[in-house]
Nanobody
């Protein structure tokens, strides 16, 4: 499966952006999908994940209450709605398809990765 993350760009503190992750070549409707981010000079970190059905989600503490992950399996797309943006959210955001259907924050459990989309938040 190939994943493409898009929708990044420049946002303002307190503003919103929505990222999308589209799958091609194969569906990922049976797989959990996660969002990760990597800021310059930092390790790639878990942001959010959604299970195969869309019925269960998980978030990093740093984004809980501000970000919402959702999916539309008919469109083979997963979304990350980012509200109340902070400059600390500036990073390259990656989506990834997990090996299984349950949410996980472990990078090792994700088999396919998109190429990332830059999010920059100005103060």
């Amino acid at each position: 499966v190939q994943l493409q993350a898009y929708g990044g760009g420049l946002g303002q503190a307190g503003g919103s952006l929505r990222l999308s992750c589209a799958a091609s070549r194969r569906t990922f409707s049976n797989n959990a999908v996660g969002w990760f981010r990597q800021a310059p000079g930092k390790e790639r970190e878990f942001v959010a994940a959604i299970d195969w059905s869309g019925g269960f989600t998980s978030y990093a503490d740093s984004v809980k209450g501000r970000f919402t992950v959702s999916r539309d399996n008919r469109k083979n797309t997963v979304y990350l709605q980012m509200n109340d943006l902070e400059p600390e959210d500036t990073a390259v955001y990656y989506c990834a398809s997990a090996r299984g259907g349950r949410v996980t924050s472990s990078r090792n459990e994700y088999a396919y990765w998109g190429q990332g989309t830059q999010v920059t938040v100005s103060s």
